[in-house]
């Protein structure tokens, strides 16, 4: 980094360091102008820029280092770096000898999703783990997880058509989510895995669902209630009650009315005043 301007006497010069450059700045005994005021605040001003400057990149190459390093779905990015192979645009997976079997799961789940919705189903990165040790250096820890339209991921258990065309419909839901729908969800959670579950008949069993069951799970507004759910209801019983619930508007609504609320509620509008007008149709 260039050093400040010297002039003054050595025994006035100060410095300062960070990240192992050492900066001069100069005080000089003079009465200061109003040009030699502005000049050292411009000085000061430039040096702690420098600092946050030198901060930031060290935070930034300490982050890198830590990704690399730190097993999680943050490797979706680049999964290649990771091992694994691109057995079609962005389909990639540990078990590339396996490429046919898995080509023709995902076209199967796709389709069964624009089915449903009657559009093209959004085009996620893949991730699918034939083994374990794959799932675990990419954070899945269930059978599949999905996130929003970017990536869908599953684990050895989920290479199936119940699975993924489950995590499929995540991310055709979520096609328009952006930041503000961390806030704000367009759908209660209930509804969201309820739909799912509906449209790929999966997971199913684990429990009967009862007039309690669905009850309960229609309390499950935000994400961070479903594992709530599990723990009173049980993991199948959850998935099955939340899908009751979905199947019963599409009864009640038909698959046009079911649509339209997702439509609308995907623009914008709430949630529960659509789903009131569709069901008093």
């Known amino acids: 980094m260039n050093a400040c301007l010297l002039h003054t006497p050595p025994d006035r010069v100060v ?16 009465p200061a102008s109003r040009h030699q005021k502005g000049s050292a605040v411009s000085q000061s001003g430039l040096f702690m820029l420098a600092r946050l400057f030198s901060f930031l990149a060290n935070s930034l190459f300490v982050a890198v280092i830590v990704g690399v390093a730190v097993p999680g779905t943050h490797r979706m990015v680049l999964p290649g770096a990771y091992g694994l192979a691109e057995i079609a645009p962005r389909v990639w997976t540990d078990a590339p000898g396996r490429a046919s079997e898995l080509l023709g799961l995902v076209e199967a789940s796709r389709g069964r999703v624009e089915g449903f919705f009657g559009d093209h189903a959004p085009r996620p990165t893949l991730i699918l783990c034939g083994t374990r040790s794959c799932a675990r250096a990419f954070g899945i820890g269930g059978n599949g997880l999905s996130i929003s339209d970017i990536a869908v991921m599953t684990a050895p258990g ?51 669902v009862t007039a309690f069951s669905r009850t309960r799970i229609r309390e499950v507004r935000r994400f961070w ?56 149709r």
């Open 15 to 30: 410095s300062g360091g960070f990240g192992g450059e050492v900066i001069f700045c100069v005080l000089l005994d003079l």
């Open 225 to 280: 209630q479903w594992d709530d759910a599990f723990r009173a209801l049980g993991v199948g019983r959850a998935y099955g009650s939340a899908a009751a619930e979905v199947a019963a508007i599409e009864r009640a609504a038909g698959r046009a009315g079911l649509l339209e609320l997702i439509a609308r509620a995907e623009a914008g509008e709430r949630f529960d005043s659509v789903l009131e007008e569709v069901l008093l």
């Open 158 to 208: 989920g290479l199936t058509v119940g699975t993924l065309t489950h995590e499929m419909t995540h991310s055709r839901l979520h096609r328009a989510m952006g930041p503000r729908n961390l806030v704000r969800q367009p759908y209660p959670t209930w509804f969201d895995e309820g739909l799912a579950t509906h449209v790929a008949n999966h997971p199913r069993g684990g429990g009967r």
